[in-house]
């Protein structure tokens, strides 16, 4: 029934490992994000894609790799973990780019120890 | 580039009452959106109200209710007999509508809400 589902929910890990996040959205969108949300809380867009192909991507760190292998699908893997990339990432989708609403998932906390 | 501020780190408000949460954006494109966002305990982002920006009619949502005033790039967002289920991390978000730019969400610093008993 899950509009948009990430998992894990929870990921601790130590520094330098490699770890992904995976985002599914059964809404039928063709758009999806990556949303960072800080310890301070604010929200910053990383990546979107549309249709499988990367539309925006902000700066962040190139350990920071994108991939969706079909418009249902949107992962996130970060490579060399550091510190400050402890944050919740949020995906999130919309039917389209020019979308109105954008539908988010549950969250994912990573911390890096 | 847009900016979304939202001035109120906190805010209370008793139950049964009405609380106003302000927001404010800088942009150049006279065609975008403007959303309220919730963010209760369990980290889920629900949208609570969206306002066009060539609508000149204020967006309602049942207890939910903006003033927008375009010409002030001001949004607020008025809850009326707040609830205890109320209390959350509010954001104020803005989207351009410009055909070519980036769709995505630029969002304020929110603003926590309590609801007292």
């Known amino acids: 029934d899950t509009a948009v589902s990430q998992t894990p929910k929870y990921l601790v890990t130590q520094m330098g490992n490699d770890k992904s996040i995976k985002c599914e959205q059964n809404l039928g969108h063709d758009t999806m994000y990556w949303y960072k949300q800080d310890s301070k809380k604010f929200l910053k867009i990383m990546f979107s894609y549309n249709n499988k192909e990367l539309i925006i991507n902000e700066t962040v760190p190139n350990r920071f790799s994108p991939k969706s292998p079909d418009k249902a699908h949107l992962n996130l893997h970060i490579n060399s973990l550091e510190l400050g990339d402890s944050a919740v990432y949020f995906c999130?989708?919309?039917?389209?780019?020019?979308?109105?609403?954008?539908?988010f998932g549950p969250g994912t906390r990573l911390t890096v120890l | 580039a847009q900016t979304v501020t939202q001035s109120q780190p906190e805010m209370s408000v008793q139950e049964a009452e009405t609380v106003t949460l302000s927001c404010t954006y800088d942009?150049?494109?006279?065609?975008?959106?403007l959303f309220w966002y919730k963010q209760p305990p369990s980290r889920q982002m629900i949208l609570v109200i969206r306002q066009e920006a060539y609508k000149q009619q204020n967006a309602t949502e049942n207890r939910f209710s903006v003033n927008f005033q375009k010409a002030a790039k001001s949004f607020s967002l008025k809850i009326s007999d707040s609830q205890l289920g109320d209390a959350a991390m509010y954001f104020c978000a803005y989207r351009s509508s410009k055909s070519g730019s980036a769709r995505q969400l630029t969002f304020g610093s929110g603003t926590q809400l309590t609801v007292l008993p």
């Open positions: 999130a989708s919309s039917f389209s780019p020019r979308a109105n609403e954008q539908f």
């Open positions: 942009t150049s494109e006279s065609d975008y959106y």
